[in-house]
C-alpha cells in the first residue's frame, strides 16, 4: 500500500531588489535566490557598501514568488 501526504508547506525564496530613488527603475539583483533572513543580510550589505545615505539606490528584499 502506498500513501502520500500532500501539504501546502513549501520553500519561500527571496531576492534583492535595487532601486534607483532619481528614476523609479528597479533591478532584480542577479544571483541565487535565498531565505528571508539571508537577503536581509545582502541587502544591508549592499546598502551599507555602495549607497549609505540612500542617496541614489535602496536596496530591498523582494518576493520571488
Do not use: E, K, W
Not at 531576492?15 to 542577479?30: A, N, P, Q, Y
Amino acid at each position: 500500500m502506498f500513501a502520500s501526504i500532500v501539504t501546502d508547506q513549501r520553500c519561500d525564496l527571496f531576492t534583492v531588489t535595487r532601486t534607483d530613488i532619481l528614476s523609479g527603475d528597479r533591478c532584480v539583483l542577479t544571483y541565487a535566490p535565498a531565505d528571508y533572513r539571508t537577503c536581509v543580510n545582502r541587502a544591508g550589505h549592499y546598502q551599507r557598501t555602495f549607497d549609505p545615505y540612500y542617496a541614489r539606490y535602496d536596496y530591498r528584499v523582494s518576493s520571488c514568488n
